[in-house]
């Protein structure tokens, strides 16, 4: 069996990490390296969590990057904090070593190596914003054509989930950190599969999805779920700006099980700055992305559990 072969890169959030887990439990994805954006979570922890994880659940070894980029419009602090939650997890920390390596590149020349360098088309997964991406791609334009496609949780075309002072709330945080990227990255012809905002209504994280993990603590990897969103506001009587969505999760499930998304082309445009910046529009004149506009819910929650259920 062939693997595809995965480049990830995250930006250190709670549903960020856990993809990395679940990347670790698929058997038909070779996962190439993994690099870590302090956008939406801390640099530090979240490179010592992935290496951890990487430790606890890999079965083979996978290097990590730290990226030195930064964004134009800094994540909530309370929402970065869960970075140190995860990487404190005791599960994470019972050996008391880190042994996976730590890159000395920063996380773009590390992807444009491990693109340069891989046998197969790379898919890029991105669940944070796409400054290592942008940044790749003006350094290494060679690297375009070694990409299968790109697959980010990033934009939407309903409501946005930005609420900060300065703007008007239409765009999705992961396009807000940089606008500039997601313009620059639409500009490539790297096919795009785009998880929105709107994507993930149908997988909201609730009561009912705790208590199902919590049921099945008795393994190691269930639980370690069950931990690590632990952290998260659940959606209980209706949605708050922090309630959780397992935004990532679901992002990362496309790669390893396409068939649970629906996706239809939509052409679509940025706007770089301004009281809209990081805004996503429809545009008959746009860039195509291929939008996940539906999804086997129930399917998703098994094919997630079943792959925790994996990890020993
Ligand atoms: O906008 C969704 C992105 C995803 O990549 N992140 C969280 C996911 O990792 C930002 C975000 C939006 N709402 C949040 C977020 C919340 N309530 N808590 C933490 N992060
Ligand atoms: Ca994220």
Known sequence: ??????????????????????????????????SVLPADGYLEPGADASRKIIDRFGRYEVEVAKSNSRGKNPFPAAWRMHTFFVDALPILNESGTINAPLSPLPAHRHMIEAIRTSAEPTTLLFTGPLTDLARALDEAPDIE???????????????????????DGTAEWNVFWDPEACHRVFQSSIPVD????????????????????????????????????????????METNSTYYLWDVLTTASVGRPELVMKREVRCTVIPDGISQGRTIADPNGRPVNLVHDLDADAFWTYIADLAKKAA
Request: aromatic share 10%; glycine share 6%.
């Open 145 to 167: 054509d070694k990409i299968a496609k790109l697959v980010w949780m990033g934009g939407t075309f309903e409501k946005g989930n930005v609420q900060e002072p300065e703007h």
């Open 194 to 237: 785009l998880v929105a905002l709107e994507s993930t209504n149908k997988v909201p994280l609730t009561l009912s999805v705790r208590s199902a993990w919590a049921k099945e603590r008795n393994y190691e990897g269930v639980d370690f779920l069950g931990q690590c969103y632990a952290c998260c506001p659940p959606l209980v009587y």
């Open 1 to 34: 069996m062939t693997k595809k072969h995965v480049y990830f890169n995250h930006d250190a959030g709670v549903d960020d990490l856990v993809s990395l887990f679940l990347l670790l439990q698929m058997d038909d994805i070779h996962l190439t390296g993994v």
